[in-house]
């Protein structure tokens, strides 16, 4: 199963953007999205998790104060909005689902079934 994710593109330092991802039906109360980024020449790296259930959230310390991850309960959509940005922000971004996230720790993309194809964000300095 491949999600959809949507909403990257090009952005100055400092601006705003929002991601949006559509979220599997299976399974969808015991899991967790995530949105993972990886930048050119990096490592996969995790950003942000929502438990579908609780709609308890977590962020990596490098975005925390600057993203915020939801839901739409009613279309299964997850999004990430993005304020803030640096140039560091500049990465492939990729929404994903585990689908027993409710019951283990979901920061590790290893513990994901499904992955969206990847949306690509730009900051510009």
């Known amino acids: 199963v491949q999600l959809q994710a949507s909403g990257g593109g090009l952005v100055q330092a400092g601006g705003s953007l929002s991601l949006s991802c559509a979220a599997s039906a299976r399974n969808l109360r015991s899991s967790a999205m995530g949105w993972f980024r990886q930048a050119p020449g990096k490592e996969r790296e995790f950003v942000a998790l929502?438990?579908?259930?609780?709609?308890?959230?977590s962020y990596a310390d490098s975005v925390k104060g600057r993203f915020n991850i939801s839901r739409d309960n009613a279309k299964n959509m997850v999004y990430l909005q993005m304020s803030s940005l640096k140039p560091e922000d500049t990465a492939v971004y990729y929404c994903?689902?585990?689908?027993?996230?409710?019951?283990?720790?979901?920061?590790?993309?290893?513990?994901?079934?499904?992955w969206g194809q990847g949306t690509e964000v730009t900051v510009s300095s």
């Open positions: 994903a689902q585990d689908l027993v996230g409710d019951y283990r720790p979901s920061h590790y993309s290893r513990n994901y079934e499904y």
């Open positions: 929502l438990r579908w259930s609780g709609g308890t959230t």
